[in-house]
């Protein structure tokens, strides 16, 4: 089954004390991305993939990292969080091109 | 910078209704625009995508229109059924040295009822 796989899906966790969210995707895409959503903000691209080895900030980067050493991989660095950044996190993966963006179920995460 | 605003924010109309949500972008310098569904706790499904040198696509009972000029896509939904409650966001792709970047709407909250 097609799908992008990411975890975990729900952490609670405290300030400061890194954490990793993965995102797998089995379809083979090229692109991969990050995302936030936040009620009245929506959803906003923190990061962006285009291939391995090849990643761009998107409109919110600040506070987080990410690395593309696969194809199939993409995840999500937070060196150290702050409360600002608990919210809904959703990994998306497609071919470039067509464009058609598949989602994972989402991440929440809350920093205390 | 892009911007993309949705209009109405939320929507309730009884079954079996035409309805048409909007979706307005400040950048006419699109790649493509696509259409999400989101049910309350999962993630989007992409509905129609419609690439900027398209006007529209058709699935099912699903229209969207991409008007680049005007920077308007419209999403029509045919004989409207309480499943298809949920909120439905567009996204615009970026295109030239920002391809790769999406820019999304706040959505519109749609509720079908029988």
């Given at each position: 089954e097609a799908q992008v796989t990411q975890n975990p899906?729900?952490?609670?966790?405290v300030t400061g004390k890194k954490l990793t969210v993965t995102c797998s995707q089995n379809m083979n895409h090229e692109y991969m991305s990050w995302y936030r959503q936040d009620p009245g903000l929506g959803l906003r691209?923190?990061?962006?993939?285009?291939?391995?080895?090849?990643?761009?900030?998107?409109?919110?980067?600040?506070?987080?990292?990410?690395?593309?050493?696969?194809?199939?991989?993409f995840?999500?660095?937070?060196?150290?969080?702050?409360?600002n950044q608990t919210s809904l996190y959703?990994?998306?993966?497609s071919f470039p091109g067509t464009g058609e963006l598949f989602f994972g179920e989402g991440s929440?995460?809350?920093?205390l | 910078k892009q911007e993309v605003t949705q209009i109405p924010a939320a929507l309730s109309v009884p079954e079996g209704e035409n309805l048409v949500l909007n979706c307005s972008f400040t950048d006419s310098a699109?790649?493509?625009?696509?259409?999400?569904?989101?049910?309350?706790?999962?993630?989007?499904?992409?509905?129609?995508?419609?690439?900027s040198s398209q006007r529209e696509q058709t699935s099912g009972r699903l229209n969207a229109s991409l008007d680049k000029s005007s920077g308007r896509s419209t999403l029509y939904i045919a004989a409207s059924q309480p499943g298809d409650s949920a909120t439905y966001l567009c996204?615009?792709?970026?295109g030239g040295t920002s391809y790769g970047?999406?820019?999304?709407?706040?959505?519109?909250?749609?509720?079908v009822h029988p």
């Open positions: 899906r729900y952490l609670i966790t691209q923190i990061y962006y993939s285009m291939n391995v080895e090849v990643t761009d900030k998107g409109d919110v980067p600040e506070g987080y990292k990410v690395s593309r050493k696969e194809k199939r991989n995840p999500l660095i937070l060196e150290s969080p702050s409360p959703f990994c998306a993966s929440r995460l809350t920093v | 699109i790649y493509n625009l696509q259409w999400f569904r989101q049910d309350p706790g999962k993630g989007l499904t992409s509905l129609l995508l419609i690439q996204a615009a792709g970026a970047k999406l820019t999304f709407g706040q959505g519109t909250i749609l509720t």
